[in-house]
């Protein structure tokens, strides 16, 4: 698997300087923790997850681009279809696996899956109906993840892994009201990250439910809007930034999920330029922009740039036209990627300031390492553009059948 590998490769060296490597869930777990990029969700009773999966959708079609996703069987079925939901999960994934056992499908075009449970007893129960077939998933996501309950489902998932003789990974989904709650949230963070730190090579992503979070105080940001608008949230992913994004012992903290695919009544100015899709494209691109405001994805966009500005990486999606934004807004520029190879190249023989290749900015050694190191992992899984290329270059490769879903 690997990034934007629907493009043709004569698209791809037009585009990139240097392409995206590939991955599977045998990479190792740092370089790993920031390749799953846009993580699409399905309920867990949909019917045609392995069908999706084996016709190569992500590849090209719908899903084109996906490079991970989540079977849910928490809040997107209801209490009165766990049962079947969890039936219908074990069979999408042993129908999966039996093709890759068969040769039936190249393992290599296989997206990371993760089940996203309601309890660590439900984790058990997937496992002992899975068997052998569990080798295929790449983990479990644990929503409404606290002190309380977290370090129960990262020794279920240990004791798991080490019966199946399987690397499998947790990514816990932080949105309860003890991390919310002003009076609560310090001490609930630090002992969420201890019982992390305990199992901290099981641990993948933080992620955060906005969603939930936001349900707490009755709110839902707008599609003129974004989660950094809303202050208690905004205040919360302050928070939860400065205790899991620490370089000392840093987490991937993925950005939340983005509710809309749909256009509406606006009342804000769009938020993405005319100028560079015009430069890019002409009037083609002037209408691509278009579209992209139409279905407000505009707000997506922008949100995205404000998640990458504040540390986070990759984003939980809902609908496939997703993709492709997410991921595209992950690649590195030529720019971002020659200032953090100069500072690497510096750091060994120099500490202070230099100047930007670009000649536009000051780098300095000591303060831009981490942001540097980041950035060139980044350019592995996601690519570097050429000087001239950018995100509108990856989005633009879209089909009819995505863009008027």
Not at 115 to 143: C, N, T, Y
Request: glycine letters at 6%; hydrophobic letters at 35%.
């Amino acid at each position: 698997m690997k990034h934007f590998q629907y493009l043709s490769k004569e698209k791809r060296n037009e585009i990139f300087l240097y392409e995206p490597i590939h991955f599977s869930k045998e990479t190792e777990r740092e370089t790993l923790a920031y390749t799953l990029g846009a993580t699409l969700y399905m309920p867990g009773n949909r019917t045609a997850i392995s069908s999706d999966v084996l016709s190569g959708k992500f590849l090209n079609g719908k899903h084109e681009g996906l490079t991970s996703m989540v079977i849910c069987l928490e809040d997107s079925i209801g209490d009165t279809e766990v049962e079947s939901a969890e039936e219908n999960t074990v069979r999408q994934i042993e129908v999966i696996s039996n093709s890759i056992l068969k040769g039936q499908f190249d393992q290599r075009n296989l997206p990371l899956i993760f089940v996203r449970i309601r309890s660590e007893d439900q984790m058990k129960r997937l496992a002992s109906k899975l068997k052998h077939h569990i080798q295929l998933l790449s983990g479990f996501v644990f929503p409404k993840f606290t002190s309380e309950n977290g370090r129960g489902y990262y020794a279920a998932l240990q004791e798991i892994a080490s019966l199946y003789s399987v690397t499998l990974y947790g990514m816990p989904i932080l949105e309860t009201k003890e991390i919310i709650y002003k009076e609560s949230r310090i001490a609930e963070l630090l002992g969420i990250k201890e019982i992390l730190d305990d199992y901290y090579e099981l641990v993948l992503n933080v992620r955060l439910g906005g969603t939930d979070l936001s349900g707490l105080f009755g709110i839902r940001r707008s599609r003129d809007t974004t989660i950094y608008d809303i202050s208690v949230i905004r205040d919360c992913i302050t928070d939860i930034i400065n205790v899991f994004g620490r370089c000392e012992k840093e987490y991937v903290i993925s950005g939340p999920v983005w509710e809309y695919f749909g256009g509406g009544q606006r009342i804000l100015k769009p938020q993405i330029r005319q100028t560079p899709f015009q430069q890019a494209y002409g009037t083609e691109g002037l209408e691509f922009r278009a579209n992209l405001i139409d279905r407000y994805d505009d707000g997506l966009i922008h949100e995205i740039v404000l998640d990458n500005t504040n540390g986070l990486v990759g984003k939980t999606i809902i609908h496939p036209l997703h993709i492709k934004i997410v991921n595209a807004l992950n690649a590195v520029t030529k720019e971002e990627y020659l200032d953090a190879s100069s500072i690497l190249d510096q750091a060994q023989s120099y500490n202070g300031v230099i100047r930007s290749e670009f000649s536009n900015k000051m780098n300095e050694i000591k303060p831009h390492y981490n942001w540097a190191r980041k950035i060139i992992l980044k350019s592995k899984i996601y690519g570097v553009f050429h000087e001239q290329q950018s995100f509108i270059d990856l989005i633009s490769e879209t089909t009819n059948e995505q863009l008027y879903i």
